[in-house]
């Protein structure tokens, strides 16, 4: 009867965890101590292009870019000898069509007992968070030099204090100022005539 409950509860707790790996929106892999994969799930199968049956024993490596695989195995050795988890990094991925993706990720080790058997990771897709983050970045310059340009005076004062958090190079020189750094964290109502403040 024990037997069969700890049988019956190791079996639930297999089911539970085989769910997390399969549902997981990351990418879930394991592999041997040469870097050969074991184990994925369905999303590491879409960040990679192969399906399972091609990956199953597929060298890492032949999904890093060439100038990267060394570095990236250099990192494997360390945590073999550190044993210290590798951690969120990003690097290149190759796609089997050839794409490269950014992604992130990050590795421990598998043991038994006290012995190291592999390794077990988590990696996720971050090429259009990149690419949105560089295009956000790009389209920030170019507005701020507009606003840095104009020849209008404006700026953006904290609704709470009346301070100026935010002005251009023509509002600091209406205001009597030689930049706008010299006028950050003044009070607006300063400048106002006390009869005018209300």
């Known amino acids: 009867t024990e037997r069969k409950r700890a049988e019956e509860a190791l079996r639930e707790s297999e089911e539970r965890y085989r769910g997390l790996f399969e549902n997981s929106i990351e990418a879930v892999f394991t592999s041997d101590l040469y870097g050969?994969?074991?184990?994925?799930?369905?999303?590491?199968?879409?960040?990679?292009?192969?399906?399972?049956?091609?990956?199953l024993g597929m060298d890492c490596r032949e999904l890093?870019?060439?100038?990267?695989?060394?570095?990236?195995?250099?990192?494997?050795?360390?945590?073999?000898?550190?044993?210290?988890?590798?951690?969120?990094?990003?690097?290149?991925?190759?796609?089997?069509?050839?794409?490269?993706?950014?992604?992130?990720g990050s590795v421990n080790l598998i043991r038994?007992?006290?012995?190291?058997?592999?390794f077990q990771g988590t990696v996720r897709d971050i090429t259009d968070k990149k690419r949105a983050e560089e295009a956000l970045r790009r389209s920030e310059e170019k507005y701020r030099a507009l606003f840095d340009s104009a020849v209008v005076g404006t700026f953006v004062i904290d609704a709470e204090t009346l301070k100026v958090v935010l002005g251009n190079q023509a509002a600091a020189k209406a205001f009597g100022f030689n930049s706008i750094e010299e006028a950050r964290e003044v009070n607006l109502l300063d400048f106002i005539l006390a009869n005018d403040r209300e």
């Open 36 to 55: 050969h994969l074991t184990s994925g799930n369905k999303a590491l199968e879409e960040l990679t292009g192969y399906d399972l049956k091609e990956l």
């Open 64 to 104: 890093l870019p060439p100038e990267s695989a060394e570095s990236v195995f250099k990192e494997y050795s360390k945590l073999v000898r550190t044993g210290e988890p590798i951690p969120s990094t990003a690097y290149e991925t190759v796609r089997k069509d050839g794409e490269r993706r950014l992604t992130e």
């Open 112 to 118: 038994k007992g006290d012995k190291i058997v592999g």
